[in-house]
């Protein structure tokens, strides 16, 4: 579902990202971890075709991102750390025009848009202007938007800022059940605890260059000393460093 | 449904919500905003009428015996604004593609959907002209209202601004966006002095081009008519959008309805050629030139001591501390603001305009004495304007600007006292600098008397401490800690009414000013030392009310501050 072959980022002398190549499959559930500065963002902004790569290249459900960008963009959604929502927009109005950007049919969208703003808890809301919602509410809208036009392959850059427990339990099993639909979801986060839980498999890039790729047990079997995802994490990518 | 659509639709309701906000607003603020906008509305109509009729009078006087030149007169001045309208569109076209397209926080979100870079290009190509355009509709409609009344034209001239104002306002939007777009793709790869040096060459080409045109004010009457139809002959260029506009509009007025179809359909579909080549170019150049910008290094290393800022604190060592870290802060934080140095930018431009307008006065014999006086009291009002500019654009927002920083100045062991006594005195040497140096300057360049001058130059030096004391005490009576755009906090309910207070103690000060220096222009005292003791009054009073306006508020903002719980 994923591909990327040598996918490279030069910021001016900097590599930000060094010919990372990696595939993630139909369904799967792929975190990607990595310390601050380690490439992530710039990872999943050239997988979501808003950076140009200074070399590689990245196939997401059969698309060149650089090739077939609007093909590539329809069978992939993005949820940002921050994400950006039209403040003066209501949820309902935000919603409708992602609908239309996806080119869905009216009655589509409004159907399944009334069960994801009901299934995230803000449809109560959903009339009033997004500058009025805290963070976790327009957390959630981004999530709606995200999945309204049913997207194969979803990507979300670090997704529990400013969500409550319960929230993040919710949203865990969303994307969980998700991927057992067969959606693909591809993951960056800090959270080590989370990415335990739910990734099927797990990358793990340090200075723009990915280290290792496993399920949660053979990423810890690379561990001199057992123990757990973290203590892993940390060893890998502080051998790294040094 | 379609992409655009769903953009457009979206747009369309953001500009309902923010018009209904209104109502949410301070009601103070609505309304200066309503007053002065209606204000300056009428101002230019009539402006632009006596400017007309005047021209009418001028025209058929020079041409009494001979053909009449005033219609002609008007023909070319019109040509000669809608010219000047053009070029400036160009320009703040660019600066506003740049923004629009690749800057503006939307950008990403909508790049990362599943849409075409062309239309991505037209949907925010709209934007771009709302956001340039909107002046010239406002400024526009009274010129045009001033025109037709004025030269007794037909009502179509009316209907033609309106439909000619569309397609002109069009093809310099469509014009900056290439430009911008194709520099976005080459600037990032060129040296920066490169461009600059391309920069000027460009400008000053087209200072060349049309400094005849706006010469002719300098000529002398008896060769003026030559010299306007000859530099005004370049504004009549058939290949310029600007004529084709001005043209059609005129001959709709004359109810030449052919011409003025031929003109607008002329401007109609270069409008939309230049629109579809500049979206055809955006589709192949916009991602190239977006994704390099957003890829360059951005790594921005500044050692400590090394450069103008680096050395602030060296600079400042004379000062005792907090005070000299809380001036080397605010300076470096204000220096690595650019929307901040953009208005600062905007405000120099201004302040040379009317330098180099002071040097065409200047050069005039001023033979009356109650001009010579005039002349000095309206330079006491610009000066004082321009500080109240720089009060209210610069220093208002500092207490706000520490916003959510506050509990860092609140944990030092430093007073809230010290903090508004520092803002007060970093604005009073600040601004000090520009406006007396403006004052001392233009008193020169004017060469008014020498009673007017040092009466000028006092006035400006105490200004300095009122109007400082209004923006920093109102701005810790009226503090907006959530907001960290200065422009946002500047608009709310504390920056409107340090803007009224700042007018209403330029008016009085300026206003004893003028009565007092009439007076002596008029030479209406009875003796010498009634005019001393009238003189010595009027100084007094100014001091008087300038400590009134740096006391009062700056007690009242402290004492709200000191209330305050963060």
Not at chain 1, 84 to 110: C, H, P, S, W
Request: aromatic share 12%; hydrophobic share 50%.
């Amino acid at each position: 579902m994923i591909k990327t072959e040598k996918l490279t980022k030069h910021f001016g002398e900097k590599v930000a990202v060094d010919a990372l190549t990696l595939t993630v499959n139909e369904g799967e559930f792929f975190c990607f971890l990595g310390p601050n500065g380690a490439g992530k963002t710039t990872t999943i902004k050239m997988l979501t075709g808003l950076l140009q790569p200074s070399g590689g290249r990245a196939v997401l459900g059969g698309f060149n991102i650089q090739q077939q960008p609007v093909e590539a963009k329809r069978v992939i959604g993005y949820i940002p750390d921050s994400p950006f929502l039209y403040e003066k927009l209501t949820g309902n109005e935000f919603i409708r025009f992602v609908a239309g950007l996806y080119q869905m049919r009216d009655g589509q969208a409004a159907q399944r848009a009334e069960g994801l703003l009901r299934m995230f808890g803000i449809a109560d809301v959903a009339d009033q202007l997004i500058e009025d919602y805290s963070h976790g509410m327009r957390q959630k809208l981004s999530f709606v938007s995200c999945f309204l036009h049913e997207p194969r392959i979803v990507i979300v850059d670090e997704p529990w800022v400013g969500l409550d427990p319960k929230n993040i339990r919710f949203v865990k099993d969303f994307l969980r059940e998700r991927t057992r639909e067969g959606t693909t979801v591809f993951m960056s986060t800090h959270t080590l605890s989370i990415a335990e839980e739910v990734a099927d498999r797990i990358g793990i890039i340090n200075r723009g260059r990915l280290l290792h790729t496993g399920t949660v047990a053979e990423i810890r079997a690379l561990a001199k000393n057992p123990g757990t995802l973290e203590d892993v994490f940390l060893e890998l990518t502080h051998e790294e460093t040094e | 449904m379609s992409q655009a659509f769903a953009v457009f639709r979206a747009k369309m309701r953001i500009v309902g919500h923010e018009v209904a906000s209104v109502r949410r607003q301070s009601k103070l603020k609505v309304a200066v905003i309503t007053v002065f906008a209606t204000a300056l509305w009428i101002g230019a109509f009539f402006l632009f009428y006596s400017g007309f009729r005047w021209l009418i009078s001028f025209g058929e006087e020079a041409s009494r015996g001979g053909m009449n030149i005033a219609d002609i007169l008007m023909a070319r001045m019109l040509g000669v604004l809608a010219l000047a309208v053009f070029f400036m569109l160009i320009f703040s076209n660019v600066l506003i593609s740049f923004s629009t397209l690749y800057r503006a926080k939307e950008v990403p979100y909508l790049l990362q959907g599943p849409i075409t870079y062309r239309l991505f290009f037209l949907s925010r190509f709209w934007e771009c002209v709302a956001f340039s355009s909107w002046a010239v509709g406002f400024l526009g409609s009274p010129l045009i209202l001033a025109y037709g009344i004025s030269g007794h034209a037909s009502w179509t001239l009316y209907l033609a601004g309106f439909l000619f104002y569309i397609p002109f306002i069009v093809v310099p939007a469509a014009i900056g966006a290439i430009i911008t777009l194709i520099l976005a793709r080459v600037f990032p790869r060129q040296r920066t002095s490169v461009m600059i040096g391309l920069g000027v060459i460009a400008v000053g080409l087209l200072f060349l081009y049309i400094q005849d045109t706006f010469n002719i004010s300098r000529l002398s009457q008896d060769v003026v008519i030559a010299a306007v139809m000859d530099a005004t002959a370049r504004t009549q260029s058939p290949f310029l959008p600007s004529f084709w506009a001005a043209r059609g509009i005129l001959a709709a007025g004359g109810c030449d309805y052919g011409e003025s179809l031929f003109q607008f359909l002329l401007l109609v579909s270069n409008a939309l050629l230049l629109v579809w080549a500049a979206a055809e170019l955006a589709q192949r150049i916009f991602y190239p030139g977006y994704s390099f910008l957003a890829g360059q290094d951005k790594t921005r290393i500044k050692p400590l001591d090394k450069g103008i800022l680096g050395r602030l604190d060296e600079t400042f060592r004379w000062l005792p501390n907090p005070a000299r870290s809380l001036v080397v802060k605010d300076i470096k934080l204000f220096w690595r603001d650019p929307t901040q140095w953009s208005q600062f930018v905007i405000f120099f431009g201004i302040l040379a305009i009317y330098m180099a307008n002071l040097h065409t006065v200047g050069r005039g014999e001023i033979e009356k004495e109650m001009w010579r006086s005039w002349i000095a009291c309206v330079n006491i009002a610009s000066c004082t304007l321009v500080l109240s500019t720089l009060t209210s654009r610069f220093v208002f927002p500092l207490i706000s600007l520490e916003g959510q920083r506050f509990w860092i100045l609140g944990l030092a062991p430093l007073t809230i006292r010290q903090l508004v006594r520092q803002k007060f005195w970093l604005s009073v040497c600040t601004t000090s600098v520009f406006t007396v140096g403006l004052a001392v300057l233009s008193g020169r360049m004017l060469g008014i008397p020498r009673i007017h001058f040092w009466l000028s130059v006092y006035s400006v030096i105490i200004a300095n401490f009122g109007l400082a004391g209004l923006a920093v005490g109102l701005g810790a009576l009226y503090p907006n800690f959530r907001e960290d755009n200065p422009a946002r906090i500047v608009s709310g309910m504390g920056g409107t009414l340090n803007f009224l207070l700042s007018i209403g103690y330029i008016a009085l000060v300026v206003g004893a000013q003028t009565v007092i220096l009439q007076w002596w222009a008029l030479e209406r005292y009875t003796s010498p030392q009634m005019f001393w003791w009238a003189l010595a009054v009027v100084v007094a009073s100014i001091t008087l009310l300038s400590l009134g306006a740096t006391f009062i508020p700056l007690r009242l903002g402290l004492r709200n501050l000191e209330h305050m719980e963060f």
